[in-house]
């Protein structure tokens, strides 16, 4: 019976490679491939299709486009250690809520499982923020296995729990040009 891929969701907290850690070992007890999923709500009022001009030397690109390439950079060497791990492994990136994207694309790709992490909120963090791995475990048509992120001291959040790490500065910088 061939599997299809362990669906990955991946913010950019320094919590990540211990998430991928984890999808390794599942991949390779399986013998099936990862899909590493980031994804972005777009900034409020700012289009995924407006023009902008990058920070250096790139050239001008829609919002859509600088985002793809930024996230692309990121997770290249968390792709690279999952390679050299010998799992097969491919990248997407999808904008719009989190949750509602995570689940659409486990369908789309026909998931056989669903990986990510939890950070542990609770109270009223949990109640303003919301849980998006609650909202995937609540909805999912396929296994969901959570891993709870475990503070690093390199982090420079106080707890998992209050961390916000998980934006670049490009996605930080186009938040702040669509609030003014």
Do not use: N, W, Y
Not at 51 to 70: H, K, Q, S
Request: aromatic share 2%; with cysteine; hydrophobic share 45%.
């Amino acid at each position: 019976m061939t599997l299809g891929p362990l669906l990955v969701p991946l913010d950019f907290s320094d919590c990540a490679p211990l998430l991928l850690d984890e999808a390794v070992r599942f991949a390779r007890a399986f013998g099936a491939p990862l899909l590493l999923l980031h994804v972005t709500e777009p900034p409020r009022g700012l289009p995924l299709t407006a023009v902008i001009e990058p920070p250096g030397d790139e050239p001008r690109m829609t919002v859509a486009e600088a985002l793809r390439r930024d996230v692309a950079a990121h997770v290249a060497p968390l792709v690279s250690t999952v390679e050299e791990a010998g799992v097969t492994v491919t990248l997407r990136t999808e904008f719009g809520p989190i949750a509602e994207r995570i689940l659409s694309v486990a369908h789309d790709a026909k998931a056989s499982m669903i990986i990510m992490a939890t950070h542990g909120r609770s109270g009223l963090v949990r109640f303003t923020l919301g849980s998006i791995a609650e909202t995937v475990l609540r909805k999912s048509d396929v296994p969901v296995v959570t891993v709870r992120t475990q503070h690093r001291p390199t982090c420079s959040a106080s707890s998992c729990a209050t961390c916000t790490a998980d934006h670049t500065a490009l996605d930080r910088a186009l938040r702040a040009e669509s609030t003014g």
